[in-house]
């Protein structure tokens, strides 16, 4: 089992940054893909960023660019540093990491960002 804590949103301004903090509880990342997802008001739920067990980093055409994902595995911490914010980034983000081998997923119970304009 693994326990996903993620921390960092908030209210911010039209071109201001944030940056989002996912706290595993154990060390996972060297066999779990770690993923970024959003949850806009009345929408499905969009995968934002990736970054592989070797560091690929893969994202989707409207953060690509402005967003950055991160990992630290001393620290058991995935990282998504979102520059150049804008309101229709707005959403809640949530952290996920999925087995390599198994498939299985874990998820965050999600941090809430709001970007006036």
């Known amino acids: 089992q693994v326990q996903l804590v993620e921390s960092g949103g908030g209210l911010v301004q039209n071109g201001e940054s944030l940056r989002l903090s996912c706290a595993a509880s154990r060390s996972i990342f060297s066999d779990h893909t770690m993923r970024w997802y959003r949850q806009a008001p009345g929408k499905e739920r969009e995968l934002a960023a990736t970054i592989t067990p070797g560091g690929t980093t893969v994202y989707v055409d409207s953060v690509r660019g402005r967003f950055s994902i991160s990992k630290d595995n001393a620290k058991k911490m995935v990282y998504l540093q979102m520059n150049n914010l804008k309101p229709e980034d707005t959403a809640v983000y949530y952290c996920?990491?999925?087995?390599?081998?198994?498939?299985?997923?874990?998820w965050g119970q999600g941090t809430q960002v709001t970007v006036s304009s």
């Open positions: 996920n990491a999925a087995a390599v081998w198994t498939r299985i997923e874990y």
